[in-house]
DNA sequence: GCTTACATGTAAAATGTTACATGATTGG
DNA sequence: CCAATCATGTAACATTTTACATGTAAGC
């Protein structure tokens, strides 16, 4: 079994309501490292969620802007996002690219290989300054779990850098033998 | 754009030819914490390769035992693989269920919360002895990417039990003021 | 004048999981 | 005798991505 989409999205309506772009948002912001769904799959999971009762839709009339659809969540919405948490944890699923390109890095040069190495460092790097400068910013308002949340993202793409850089080491002594 | 499981197979054929039964095998030792695809998703991948005459099908009688469909990998095969080597990397894909949970952990009770946390990582100290033991095992038989894959593996499972059993302490201070 | 942000949604296609179906042999 | 390993495959269902469709307003 794989984590669904509805019950992230339950647990955002949990503590406010707000509206399918507002969670793609959120997602792109705070869930960067751990989920990601895209609209094709938010605005289907909203109305599937409608449908069962577990959340209501508010239609908020703006000037200037689309009109929103606010959604809010009822009481057997709470009670299914309830029941999620109290269900067993999944192992996490995870769909690495350069991963599967480093088992096969025989076949491809190894200028190739280099590439593929510098530039997921590099991006690491990036990822992490961003994912901290952020972490300094909100921690005021994030919970403590909220916290070991995005230091779980700082430490896994540090973490992958870092070995990344060790492998880098190997392969040049391995072609200087 | 998501890591697509034929490359993947074309990626095990590249090097020798298997059986789709082998390859969920090779999943399960060493694609474990990068990859994964179940049967059902293995064989109707194998046939629609088959379909456009990306490998061969031989079927290898076999006494005692259910007989084999090896698949070997054909130049168009070769050539689909080695575009994908070119293509550019992708970004890793995780759908994390507990990260998600400590996002919404201020809805559940500090033992859930506790739980969850201590669970993983007793989780994660045995996938990384299991790592360490296989990568002593065979390293002599890999080659350098793919000892850097393992370790890769190894250092994900253990910088995220690092992070959370320091986050078992910043939810112990918390808790005490 | 172009892009980005705001905002929602659908349809087609791909992709995947789970459960089912089958059936022999080996090891405890 | 029961579970596991060997071995393949399908069907139903779930899920998701991508592309399309629409339209305003603000900022550069």
Redesign the pocket.
């Known amino acids: 079994?794989?984590?669904?989409?509805?019950y992230v999205v339950l647990g955002l309506l949990y503590k406010r309501s707000m509206?399918?772009?507002?969670m793609?948002?959120q997602f792109e912001k705070y869930f960067t490292y751990f989920f990601?769904?895209?609209?094709?799959?938010v605005?289907?999971?909203?109305?599937?969620l409608e449908q069962d009762n577990c959340i209501v839709?508010h239609t908020?009339i703006?000037?200037?802007?689309?009109?929103?659809?606010?959604y809010e969540i009822t009481s057997t919405g709470r009670e299914l996002f309830e029941e999620y948490l109290n269900s067993p944890v999944l192992d996490d699923?995870i769909?690495a690219d350069l991963c599967v390109r480093l088992f096969f890095g025989e076949f491809a040069s190894k200028e190739t290989v280099l590439k593929w190495m510098n530039e997921r460092i590099k991006k690491n790097e990036t990822i992490v300054a961003e994912l901290q400068e952020e972490y300094e910013r909100i921690k005021s308002e994030m919970s403590v779990t909220q916290e070991i949340t995005i230091q779980i993202g700082i430490d896994y793409h540090r973490a992958q850098a870092d070995t990344l850089r060790k492998g880098l080491k190997l392969l040049d002594q391995d072609s200087s033998t």
Chains 1, 2 share one sequence.
């Not at 509206?19 to 507002?22: E, I, R």
């Not at 703006?62 to 606010?70: A, S």
Request: no cysteine.
């Open positions: 079994m794989q984590l669904q989409a509805k509206s399918g772009y507002d793609k948002k990601d769904a895209s609209y094709g799959s605005y289907p999971t909203l109305t599937k839709k908020i703006q000037e200037d802007k689309p009109n929103k659809h606010e699923s769909r």
